[in-house]
Each structure stands twice: as C-alpha cells, then as structure tokens.
C-alpha cells in the first residue's frame, strides 16, 4: 500500500514540477501569473494604470517557481570550553502550485551537510529526506491530501492530542512527516476528518531493532465552531511516537493504542483559553519483571495572552497512570527507575519585539516531570531583509540524579542559526 501511494505521489510530482516549470518559463510573458497575487484582478487594469512607473517595477525573479532555503547551523557546548556539537548546512528545494482547477500540491526536499565537528558526523555525513510531498483535491464540501506531511490535532502543540507526527527530539522538537491519506468533509459550522497511515514512523534507538511488526495507524475528528470558540472530539487507533525497551528482554516495542479525546479553546478579549483532555488504552509499561498495557489520562491546559507584539504562553500538562502498581519502572540509559502516577509539567514563555525594530526576543521556562527536570532558555532572531535572518539562542538545563532525565543534567546549548530563503 505504501509503494502504490509513493508512486501515485511521484507522478503526480513530476506533474506538478513540469506544470511549475512552463509556469516559469511563460511567467515573464502571462500577465496572469505576474499579478496573481495581486489585490486587483487582471481585467481590473488598464493602459491608463501605471504598472511600469520608476516606482511601482516589480522584477520577478529567476525560477520564481523554485523555493530555496539554506541554513548554517552551530551550536556550541559552554560547559566544555565551548566545544562545537553542531555545525551543519541544511539546504531546501521546494515547489508548489496548482495541478488542476481544483488539485494542488506541495513538494520539498531537505538537504543536510554534517561537518567534521557536529555530533552526527561519526554515523553520517550527509542527509537527504523529503520533508513535504503532497496533492490535494477540494470539490463541493470536501477536502482530501494525499502524500508526505504533518498532521496536527489538539489545541496545544505537542500536546496531549498531538501525537500523531513523532518529534525530533529533545534539542529538535519540530515534527517529523509521516505519509498519509487525509480527508475533510465540511458543514455550515462543523467538520469531519480522518486519516489513515499504514506505516507510521517510530523512533527507536540505533542500538535496538524494533521487534513487534508494522500496524496501521487511523483517526476521527469531528470539530464545532461557535461564536468564541471551537470543540471537537478525537477517536483514533495510534502507534507510540517513541519505541519502549522492554526492561525483561532488552528488546523494544511499540505496539497500537486507542485514544479518545477532546479539545476546546475560547477567547476573552486578549486572552486564549485551550485545553486538551485525551484517555489513552493499552499503552504499554514495565515492571519489575514484567511488560504490561496500562491505561492513562492525559489533559494540558494553557493561556495564551497577546498585547501588540507581546506573547505570554502559560501552559500545565498533566499525565495520569489509571491501572498504577509500585513497582512501575521507567527505562533509562543505566536501567529503570520509579514511575511517579501523576507526572506534572509546567511551561511559560514569552516573547516581543524591540520597538519598531528587526529584532525580537523570547524567553521560557519548563518544569518537567514533578521537577525532575527544570529547563530554561532565551533567544534573539533579526529578520535582517526579507531574504536573510539571523537567530541566537542559549539553553540551560538541570536535572535529578537517579531520574529517567537525569542524562540532561546540566546540559547546556548555545546555539547560532543564519538564514536565506529565496
């Protein structure tokens, strides 16, 4: 089933990548595409309108149908006389556009350059991966996608709904394209969607192989809208993001579990209210001597504040063990340790601009796990032009010893990123 989608998608891409492609070569001729995005429609102008004044030329770049990004990376560790643990360039190709009156599509490629000192460098020195690769079609009331891309549910990002597409990782918390069918049907103030996956991406250690088969991975979601406010309800059938050692075999696991959930946000004013609540069945745990399935409730609750360019984010995530046994084990890079029933995670972030200037800045804080682990950060970006961008940032991290986190005690990062996107 996987290879007949990516083979449907491929087709449908080199369609799109010749379709974009006469696009560029005509674009310099065809009124249509050179003021597409335009406020005014095409039939709108006339001889008298000054389109070629001194002021008002706009030159349309080369390849106008190409997306480009480069990126240059590093990051530096201050705790060992700042030695660099990241140096790498990461390099975009994308394209876009219509396919027919009422298909469109999406692709792009990330290219990765580890250098000698990044961390990645020992197992690869390179890294190529499709990041987006898509069509959708909208006819009537409905909306379907076909292809490689994100899908997010809840209200918070990362959340407790939000665990369909796995994360990057502790320093990367972007999430990581998966390939999907989707569709949407739409009503006067509600809509219907699901998704299926048939072979859903689990991260697992290098170290382990992954020993149950591939499930499939599919989901429901009906959303109302109201004055205020949005609800929806979730029902799904999911494969855990990460694989779980098993503590008795030393073999790592990740078999499906059931969700069901439901989400709401509703404004006041300046303020944002969102909050997720999702029961989780059959996830699986260890004990001391044994792998069971155990059933958890998880619930987040966060306030969004905006005041001109000021963001305040203030967000509590809860995660509840319902079928709980002292002797519950938390895997760990020297074995397990104790499993708490109720793990609280605390975050507030805030971030604004400098003025009426280029520069903006952040700031957040974490408390994970009950306070196993505390975990701080700021950053500064400069959007120098709008092809160039600039971003700085520090992290700082402390954790208990003898705790599942415990590995990123006193772990520190700063970080230096420049951007070019054409």
Request: proline letters at 2%; charged letters at 25%; aromatic letters at 14%.
């Amino acid at each position: 089933m996987v290879n007949l989608f990516k083979k449907v998608i491929f087709y449908l891409i080199v369609g799109l990548l010749l379709n974009s492609a006469v696009y560029s070569e005509d674009s310099f001729f065809d009124d249509e595409v050179i003021f597409e995005d335009s406020d005014e429609g095409f039939d709108e102008w006339s001889d008298d309108s000054d389109i070629f004044g001194e002021d008002e030329l706009e030159i349309e770049k080369p390849f106008s149908w190409l997306d480009l990004g480069v990126s240059q990376k590093w990051g530096f560790n201050p705790a060992s006389d700042y030695t660099i643990s990241m140096e790498r360039t990461e390099l975009k190709l994308g394209t876009s556009g219509s396919i027919s009156d009422s298909g469109y599509g999406e692709i792009e490629i990330k290219a990765t350059k580890y250098w000698p000192s990044d961390s990645n460098y020992a197992t690869e020195s390179s890294d190529i991966e499709v990041e987006k690769a898509f069509v959708q079609f909208s006819f009537d009331d409905w909306s379907t996608k076909l292809g490689r891309h994100t899908i997010g549910w809840g209200e918070l990002e990362g959340g407790a709904l939000d665990v369909i597409n796995p994360s990057g990782g502790f320093t990367d918390p972007s999430m990581i394209s998966q390939w999907f069918l989707s569709a949407t049907r739409y009503f006067d103030s509600s809509d219907l969607s699901f998704f299926y996956n048939t072979n859903p991406r689990v991260i697992k250690s290098t170290l382990f192989t992954l020993k149950n088969k591939s499930y499939d991975e599919f989901g429901v979601r009906y959303g109302m809208s109201a004055e205020g406010g949005d609800t929806a309800i979730y029902l799904a059938q999911l494969v855990p993001n990460n694989a779980l050692i098993n503590l008795s075999d030393g073999l790592v696991y990740a078999t499906p579990y059931h969700l069901l959930g439901f989400g709401m946000n509703k404004a006041f004013d300046d303020y944002l209210l969102k909050f997720d609540l999702a029961y989780k069945q059959n996830l699986q745990h260890n004990r001391l001597g044994q792998f069971v399935k155990t059933n958890r409730i998880d619930w987040d609750l966060a306030f969004d504040i905006q005041k001109n360019d000021r963001t305040i984010v203030l967000s509590i995530n809860s995660q509840y063990l319902l079928d709980f046994n002292n002797d519950y084990l938390t895997p760990t890079t020297i074995g397990g340790v104790s499993t708490d029933r109720n793990n609280m995670t605390y975050m507030s972030r805030i971030s604004d601009k400098f003025g009426d200037s280029d520069w903006s800045w952040n700031a957040s804080h974490s408390i994970l796990s009950n306070n196993d682990l505390s975990m701080s950060s700021a950053g500064i970006d400069w959007d120098i032009n709008d092809n160039w961008k600039a971003s700085f940032g520090a992290l700082y991290a402390d954790a208990k010893p003898d705790r599942a986190l415990s590995i990123y005690d006193e772990y520190q990062r700063v970080s230096l990123e420049v951007n070019f996107q054409y």
